[in-house]
Nanobody, 121 residues
Framework: VQLVESGGGLVQAGGSLRLSCAAS????????MGWFRQAPGKAREFVAA??????YYAEYAKGRFTISRDNAENLVYLQMNSLKPEDTAVYYC?????????????????WGQGTQVTVSS
């Protein structure tokens, strides 16, 4: 599985961005898809994940971010609203075959190259 993110950029606080992740491969529906982020000097952290119609969110993402997937097009999205400067990070798309460890980056098998999101105050 190859993953390619897009949609990052510079946005003012309170603004919105939609990240996209295009996945290759014919077994896309077999994978749990997730988004992680990593800010400079910080560890990679879980943002959101989705398998079938079940989604999971980090506490800070609940109510602001929405993850969705289009299985017909092998796409995963992360809609981010009410962005804050502390959301600034490189955002990574990831795919996991495992059914455990939703929030554990070590349980994800494939990663994209990341897309930069910068939120100015």
């Amino acid at each position: 599985v190859q993953l390619v993110e897009s949609g990052g950029g510079l946005v003012q606080a309170g603004g919105s961005l939609r990240l996209s992740c295009a996945a290759s491969g014919r077994t896309f529906t077999s994978y749990r898809m997730g988004w992680f982020r990593q800010a400079p000097g910080k560890a990679r952290e879980f943002v959101a994940a989705i398998r079938s119609d079940v989604s999971y969110y980090a506490e800070y993402a609940k109510g602001r971010f929405t993850i969705s997937r289009d299985n017909a097009e092998n796409l995963v999205y992360l809609q981010m609203n009410s962005l804050k400067p502390e959301d600034t990070a490189v955002y990574y798309c990831a795919a996991a075959y495992a059914r455990i460890g939703v929030r554990d980056h070590s349980q994800y098998d494939y990663w994209g190259q990341g897309t930069q999101v910068t939120v100015s105050s």
